[in-house]
Nanobody, 120 residues
Framework: QVQLVESGGGLVQAGGSLRLSCAASGTIFSISTMGWYRQAPGKQRELVAAITSGGSPNFADSEKGRFTISRDNAKNTVYLQMNSLKPEDTAVYYC??????????????WGQGTQVTVSS
């Protein structure tokens, strides 16, 4: 079984920073793209940022310049550094990854989510 476990969420004032972490564990042969999504109350889940196994990042336009995504392949972990946080960044942040437990195919996994609340 494969699990994604997020950490690092919390309450922060506007303009502050948070660093989210997501560690994949279990039977893992290979991890392709890892990323972060978020879902605010009453809204659809949306992509925040993703990063390929080779380290190429992709960001939603609203986060460019404020957020940084990185990964440590040796630790099967992806990070999201969030700076200059705004109240509209308040949401549950979910980790997502494409993981293969064998050499044959990849499956998509989600973490349980971590709450980020930005106060004004």
């Amino acid at each position: 079984q494969v699990q994604l476990v997020e950490s690092g969420g919390g309450l922060v004032q506007a303009g502050g920073s948070l660093r989210l972490s997501c560690a994949a564990s279990g039977t893992i042969f290979s991890i392709s793209t890892m990323g972060w999504y978020r879902q605010a109350p009453g809204k659809q889940r949306e992509l925040v940022a993703a990063i390929t196994s080779g380290g190429s990042p992709n960001f939603a336009d609203s986060e460019k310049g404020r957020f940084t995504i990185s990964r440590d392949n040796a630790k099967n972990t992806v990070y999201l550094q969030m700076n200059s946080l705004k109240p509209e960044d308040t949401a549950v942040y979910y980790c997502n990854a494409d993981i293969s437990s064998s050499s044959r195919r990849y499956y998509n996994y989600w973490g349980q989510g971590t709450q980020v609340t930005v106060s004004s």
